[in-house]
């Protein structure tokens, strides 16, 4: 078990997840860690130090058994929670449940204020609900069914990774409403963006 002290405001991959050698692109974890507990005082998750594309190569993730994931911190950003369970493998649904004014519909993981946080479909063509206003951090994130996006006219925003590693996206609309796409929007896919 691990268990952030109080007064930690960051909770690190570094704590789980660490390098196989010095310098290493392949990381290990500790396969009896089942339970992670984030004190009231976490407010950002730091998930910076390693890349997707490599955790991947682990045994396909088969070492992490993450049974409890507790946040306390009712306020951390739902996008930094979406990239810690992409970049764990951990149950979507166990750790977004803890957060009041989650929609859950065809899906969809959304806030009240209509900002999609997390698709866990199987879909090659995903038709985004109208009315949505933002696409999260990291929503679509290692998603390698999705072949094409649909995008209403109510997206304004695209976040941080929300489509990176979807190795077999090849077709997405951006309709002209959109003011905000983060410059790392579409790593690891065939679009670059240069954001806006």
Same mark, same amino acid.
């Given at each position: 078990?691990?268990?952030?002290?109080?007064?930690?405001?960051?909770?690190?991959?570094?704590?789980? +997840?660490?390098?196989? /050698?010095?310098?290493?692109?392949?990381?290990?974890?500790?396969?009896?860690? !089942?339970?992670?507990?984030?004190?009231?005082?976490v407010t950002k998750i730091d998930t910076t130090?390693?890349?997707?594309?490599? +955790?991947?190569?682990?045994?396909?993730?088969?070492?992490?058994?993450?049974?409890?994931?507790?946040?306390?911190? !009712?306020?951390?950003?739902?996008?930094?929670?979406?990239?810690?369970?992409?970049? +764990?493998d951990l149950d979507t649904d166990d750790v977004?449940?803890?957060?009041?004014?989650?929609?859950e519909n065809n899906n969809f993981l959304y806030?009240?204020?209509?900002? +999609?946080?997390?698709?866990?479909?199987?879909?090659?063509?995903? %038709?985004?609900?109208?009315? %949505?206003?933002?696409?999260?951090?990291?929503?679509?994130?290692?998603?390698?069914?999705?072949?094409?996006?649909?995008?209403?006219?109510?997206?304004? /925003? %695209?976040?941080?990774?929300?489509?990176?590693?979807?190795?077999?996206?090849?077709?997405?609309?951006?309709?002209?409403?959109?003011? /905000?796409?983060?410059?790392?929007?579409?790593?690891?896919?065939?679009?670059?963006?240069?954001? !806006?």
């Amino acid at each position: 078990m691990v268990t952030v002290e109080d007064g930690c405001t960051t909770f690190c991959t570094e704590s789980v +997840l660490y390098g196989e /050698s010095l310098n290493s692109k392949r990381y290990v974890c500790c396969d009896k860690l !089942k339970i992670i507990i984030l004190p009231d005082t976490v407010t950002k998750i730091d998930t910076t130090s390693y890349n997707t594309h490599y +955790l991947k190569n682990i045994s396909n993730k088969v070492f992490l058994d993450i049974r409890t994931f507790t946040v306390k911190n !009712k306020k951390i950003q739902i996008g930094e929670l979406v990239k810690l369970i992409n970049t +764990l493998d951990l149950d979507t649904d166990d750790v977004l449940k803890q957060f009041p004014g989650r929609i859950e519909n065809n899906n969809f993981l959304y806030t009240c204020d209509n900002v +999609l946080i997390k698709y866990t479909g199987m879909a090659e063509k995903i %038709i985004i609900p109208s009315g %949505i206003t933002a696409i999260s951090d990291y929503a679509f994130a290692n998603n390698t069914y999705v072949k094409e996006i649909v995008l209403p006219d109510t997206v304004q /925003s %695209i976040g941080n990774g929300a489509f990176s590693e979807c190795y077999n996206l090849t077709k997405i609309n951006l309709p002209t409403t959109i003011t /905000s796409i983060a410059s790392d929007a579409f790593n690891g896919t065939e679009y670059k963006s240069t954001g !806006k």
